[in-house]
């Protein structure tokens, strides 16, 4: 398959980002000539771009509708948290296995975290989640499982949609996310994996409760 041209990566990129943040929500149509007079391109690329999307289970494109945005159905939401509570248990295990991770590891992680403070105190959703999918991240990077990364890699898109979707219901799961993570750096840093791993499941069932 020929690689995408900078137009179509464009196109690709753009909408894909509206669509993950939440600015575009499920089931809106989307029309190619919207996207095109948007960014200024013709509509070929554009099209281009929507085929990706819909590989990715993002857009629905029909000939006869246009593309219309793929909902994140509820039963999607539970797949994606229970996988990643499985990635972060594992990875965890193996990251503190041998007491407190290295020092690059615990700071940044509180970086992430003094991130989420400062996004939470100005209510700024969108860079909370960042820093959010940042502190998760961290600890799966630590673990050095390789094949762990690629997963969790590939649940980064549909991780992020759903931290959006979760953290958008109101100031407080925002408030109750950074309490949890300021809970998970003080266990990381005493390097107690047992209490880790028990927040990290308390975390993912809040989030469950409110889908």
Do not use: W
């Not at 013709?42 to 990706?52: D, G, I, K, N």
């Not at 390789?146 to 759903?162: E, I, V």
């Not at 959006?164 to 996310?177: E, F, K, N």
């Amino acid at each position: 398959m020929p690689a995408p041209s900078g137009a179509a990566e464009r196109a690709y990129e753009h909408t894909k980002t509206r669509i993950l943040s939440g600015e575009i929500p499920g089931g809106r149509l989307l029309s190619e000539g919207e996207v095109a007079a948007e960014l200024g391109i013709s509509r070929t690329p554009v099209h281009e771009a929507f085929l990706r999307l819909d590989a990715e289970h993002l857009l629905a494109v029909s000939s006869r509708r246009g593309a219309a945005v793929v909902p994140m159905a509820p039963d999607e939401a539970r797949d994606v948290l229970e996988m990643r509570e499985a990635i972060e248990l594992s990875t965890a295990r193996r990251a503190l296995a041998h007491g407190a991770p290295p020092a690059e590891t615990l700071d940044a992680m509180r970086a992430s975290l003094q991130h989420q403070r400062e996004a939470a105190a100005t209510g700024d959703v969108e860079a909370f989640v960042e820093a959010d999918g940042r502190f998760h991240t961290v600890l799966v990077v630590a673990s050095r499982n390789q094949t762990a990364q690629q997963f969790h890699g590939l649940l980064r898109d549909r991780q992020q949609r759903l931290r959006r979707q979760l953290l958008h219901v109101g100031p407080q799961q925002v408030a109750s996310s950074l309490g949890d993570h300021e809970a998970m750096l003080a266990a990381a840093e005493q390097g107690d994996v047992e209490e880790f791993c028990r927040l990290v499941g308390e975390h993912v069932r809040r989030h469950r409760g409110i889908l």
